[in-house]
């Protein structure tokens, strides 16, 4: 099994920025469609985590939830083995705890935004944006 482990949440206040990394180690990143998902407040099952962001590991491919367009990059160090999520001028509606996870890269661009269709999860990291 492989492991990814996030970090960089908080609590801000609306407009704030943050940015979230997962560390993964080495066998996890075969897997090359890398993505971030969050689980908001009040939704526990795994399956009703939203899609946020997803990108292939070697570069490009980059897509976007709707809600997160223009403020939200996702990005990699691959010398590091590190995925990001950069979110600018958050939002109260953003809140919840954010997983990157880690799928094949036969994912199509539509079976990335679907939470079943990964192999590896981290633990999750808590962004409360509150006033």
């Known amino acids: 099994q492989g492991l990814l482990v996030e970090s960089g949440g908080g609590l801000v206040q609306p407009g704030d920025s943050l940015r979230l990394s997962c560390v993964a180690d080495g066998r996890t990143f075969t897997s090359p469609r890398i993505s971030w998902f969050r689980q908001a407040p009040g939704k526990e099952r795994g399956n009703e985590r939203d899609?946020?962001?997803?990108?292939?590991?070697?570069?490009?491919?980059?897509y976007y939830a709707d809600s997160v367009k223009g403020r939200v990059t996702i990005s990699r160090d691959t010398t590091k083995h590190t995925m990001y999520l950069e979110m600018n001028s958050l939002k109260p509606e953003d809140t919840g705890v954010y997983y990157c996870?880690?799928?094949?890269?036969?994912?199509?661009?539509?079976?990335?935004?679907?939470?079943?269709?990964?192999?590896?999860w981290g633990q999750g990291t808590q962004v409360t944006v509150s006033s």
């Open positions: 996870a880690a799928g094949p890269a036969t994912l199509t661009s539509l079976q990335a935004m679907g939470a079943n269709n990964y192999d590896y």
């Open positions: 899609f946020v962001a997803t990108m292939d590991w070697t570069g490009g491919s980059e």
